[in-house]
């Protein structure tokens, strides 16, 4: 940044906010930032990305990281994102079903999977959908619980 001309506090303010494990904070940490018209917010994951969308779609925006980008409704398409958001995709969901194949076949006689997630976190829902797809697979001797 120094290279740049850019001096702590000087040229540049950085605003730090946590959630503190509480995901109900992401939108009143957007509202906050929308409030002080800050010029750029960096973030993490699909569900406080989607709450600084929602808060301050005006503000330009990069997340570090996020599933499937484009099937959570973040951006338009991985090549061309529109909007005020961009930044680095995870596309594992193929491996919830890899993971599902494999404990079948370390566990021949599984029948009823349990998976704990956060419902309102896009990600484990998105891949709950390709486990709920693989379990088919095994003609309905696989069920899937969360």
Not at 4 to 13: A, V
Not at 92 to 107: N, T, Y
Request: no cysteine; net charge negative.
């Amino acid at each position: 940044m120094r290279e740049l001309g850019w001096s702590e506090n000087q040229t540049i303010l950085f605003e730090y906010r946590w959630a503190e494990g509480w995901s109900e904070r992401y939108s009143e940490i957007a509202a906050e930032f929308a409030k002080l018209r800050v010029d750029l917010i960096v973030t993490a994951g699909a569900a406080p990305v989607l709450a600084v969308k929602q808060a301050a779609p005006e503000i330009t925006l990069v997340f570090a990281i996020a599933t499937d980008p484009v099937a959570t409704g973040i951006v338009s398409s991985l090549a061309h994102p529109g909007g005020n958001a961009t930044g680095l995709s995870y596309l594992g969901r193929d491996l919830a079903g890899k993971r599902v194949e494999l404990s079948r076949e370390v566990l021949p006689g599984l029948s009823r999977l349990g998976i704990m997630a956060n419902r309102l976190a896009p990600r484990p829902m998105l891949e709950l959908q390709d486990v709920q797809s693989v379990s088919r697979v095994f003609s309905g001797a696989f069920d899937p619980v969360i």
